[in-house]
């Protein structure tokens, strides 16, 4: 039924609660698959676990398209005017002033209606340019964020047993008071001693665990006096398919890198997210809030808070977008502003000669590497359209490179510059400006470091089912933790997708020498045995490429990590060092 909608917004109500609605059945799908991630893992259902992460990408769209269709079909919503629409939003306040996730309530009101409204309406009286729900001390009313442990008769050691056993995992531990005297030691180690309890001692933890691959986090920290203490205990199974901890990380820095965009997102049950945040931020405060909600799978409100912070920076800075360093692409066109630690990459009209694909196959690739375990070597990518940059913070060899080769992603309006398309990702340096420096100054150490973690980067990603394509150093970065990681995405391949052949003798000395390729290849065919010609140019390079990675340049590395991938086999990546592993198990072989 077609509902006309009046003046000065009788159905306003009715649309408000449309969209409420329509938020309200999001989150529910969305809980539901995060809480099916305890049966997940109970289960060892791995194959399960990516396929859940994977689909779960698609629910806020799928939920935000639902409900603008209900509102053009029942009321009609291209036609709404200006006082409904504002009063709409005031009603929609009202809807959340009691509301567990207004802040994610408030994003999806925006989502809808900038399908709906025209850009001239993107401000505070429309839509939530800024918040106006608070989101400080949300109380579940159900499952509260965290649960505080006491050490009572049964001391600290006790109250790790019932932080543990609180989890209720439907799976047996191999050793659990084994593994509950390994996180006592390691604190022991870490603290040099265990301190004297002060009369407010707690341990609070985060009452779900975080899934994410075969491993569920218990995130909490202890407090003791003025002094906080965060920790994060990895569980997985061994083996026999019994339950152990596989380590207690102990380091804020250590325990932020679980959360680095390049690995997957987490799927943690969450009544109140922002108070999942606001815990989180007490223990890794240098942690933006907007990759913290993208790492919990909450990603449109990640991107939102980015886009906020981002907008409140360039109004408290002055230096000007510039090229991003390093080798242009032939593909994207990347920006940078140097006093935001992040690049804007655009998709060029007209790709460089070698590049033989499209836009709709790049934009594809991009949204692949969301899908897929990044397993801490793929940088993520937050994708816009129709973002508004001040014309003047630009350089003019920006300016000029837009015009030359992308002249239909942008418009310029007055002041503004809008960039029709573009993907955001974090800063870093390219390993082959890294590896120049590094030779340069002679930091034999430094060039070691960097190639090693190329090499694991490499044999990661195969393993992860993931073939980089064009392997070149400018197409990997190195963080300020010296990891590496891959940031090109327009040629990569699902490993089981290509064809990984040895290159046939020549039939005689001539073809060999006449640089002429003698063998029929096709489009998925790659020959490792090539690697070396454009990879090792450097004699330094290359002897250290060899000491380390010498198989990755050979069809057999490749081809046995396809057979693992084919017979089913999930890879363990353990987000941090092996020498912090108890060694009470080895990974499960499954
Ligand atoms: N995350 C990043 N941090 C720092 N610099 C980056 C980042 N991503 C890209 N760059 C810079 O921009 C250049 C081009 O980026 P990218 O490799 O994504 O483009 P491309 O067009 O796909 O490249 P190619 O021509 O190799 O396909 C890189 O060589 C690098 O110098």
Redesign the pocket.
């Known amino acids: 039924m077609k509902i006309s909608v009046g003046l000065y917004g009788t159905n306003a109500h009715q649309i408000a609660l449309a969209l409420i609605q329509g938020f309200n059945k999001h989150y529910t799908l969305f809980r539901q698959t995060c809480r099916e991630a305890k049966t997940r893992f109970e289960q060892g259902d791995w194959l399960g676990v990516h396929k859940a992460v994977k689909e779960r990408i698609r629910f806020y769209d799928d939920r935000v398209d639902e409900c603008v269709e209900r509102l053009r079909n029942d009321f009609d919503a291209g036609t709404i005017d200006q006082p409904t629409w504002q009063q709409i939003k005031l009603l929609y306040i009202g809807l959340l002033l009691n509301h567990k996730q207004p802040e994610l309530a408030e994003t999806f009101f925006n989502s809808v209606t900038t399908k709906i409204l025209h850009r001239n309406y993107f401000h505070n009286d429309f839509i939530f340019v800024r918040p106006t729900v608070s989101t400080e001390n949300i109380e579940a009313d159900h499952d509260p964020t965290y649960r505080s442990y006491y050490a009572k008769d049964d001391g600290v050691r006790g109250a790790m047993l019932a932080i543990v056993r609180d989890f209720d995992w439907q799976r047996p531990f191999a050793d659990l008071e084994r593994d509950v005297d390994h996180v006592y030691q390691a604190i022991h180690r870490f603290l040099n001693g265990i301190p004297r309890r002060e009369v407010n001692f707690q341990i609070q933890v985060l009452a779900s665990a975080f899934y994410r691959n075969k491993a569920a986090y218990i995130i909490g920290k202890a407090v003791n006096g003025a002094a906080e203490y965060p920790f994060a205990i990895p569980v997985m199974h061994d083996e026999d398919g019994k339950l152990y901890l596989d380590t207690v990380l102990l380091d804020a820095w250590r325990i932020g890198l679980l959360f680095s965009l390049s690995r997957a997102y987490f799927m943690v049950d969450m009544e109140v997210p922002s108070g999942y945040v606001q815990f989180l931020r007490s223990i890794l405060p240098a942690k933006p809030r907007s990759e913290l909600y993208i790492m919990l799978g909450l990603g449109k409100q990640g991107k939102t808070m980015f886009f906020r912070d981002f907008i409140y920076h360039l109004h408290h800075s002055e230096d000007k977008f510039i090229m ?11 920006f ?1 502003l140097p006093s935001y630690p992040y ?1 804007f ?1 655009i998709i ?1 009209d007209v ?2 000669a070698s ?1 033989n694909m499209d836009r709709a196959t790049v934009k594809k690739k991009f949204m692949l590497v969301k899908q897929v375990d990044r397993v801490g070597r793929m ?1 993520d990518t937050l994708e816009f359209s129709n973002v508004l940059f001040p014309l003047d913070r630009f350089d003019p060899e920006i300016l000029d490179e837009l015009e030359k080769l992308a002249p239909s992603c942008y418009e310029i309006d007055g002041e503004q510059l809008i960039i029709k398309h573009l993907y955001i ?6 390993l ?2 890294h590896l120049e420096r590094m030779e340069r100054s002679n930091n034999i150490e430094g060039l070691e470091h960097a190639i090693k973690e190329y090499g694991s980067a490499i044999r990661e990603l195969a393993q992860a089912n993931i073939f980089p394509g ?1 392997m ?1 150093w ?2 990997f ?1 190195i963080t300020r933790f010296g990891r590496v990681v891959f ?5 990569i391949e699902y490993m089981t997708d290509c064809n990984f052949r040895r290159i046939p003798p020549a039939p005689d000395f001539e073809t060999e020498m006449s640089g002429e390729v003698w063998y029929a290849v096709a489009r998925n065919d790659v020959f490792p045995e090539e690697f070396a010609t454009f990879l090792l140019a450097s004699p330094v390079v290359r002897k250290i490429f060899y000491k380390h990675h010498a198989d990755l340049l050979s069809p057999k590395f490749w081809q046995e990590a396809q057979q693992k991938i084919r017979a089913g086999h999930v890879e363990d990546f353990f987000p941090y060092p092996q020498e912090l592993r108890f060694g009470n198990s080895k990974p499960d072989a499954a």
């Not at 991003?324 to 990347?334: D, Q, S, W």
């Not at 940031?487 to 040629?491: A, G, H, L, P, T």
Request: glycine share 10%; no cysteine; charged share 35%.
């Open positions: 991003a360093p390093g080798i242009r692409g032939l593909v994207m066109l990347v940078t690049v990459k060029r790709f460089g590049k940088a990702e974090r800063r870093m340096e390219p082959n400006i064009d070149l400018k197409n970065g940031y090109d995405y327009d040629e």
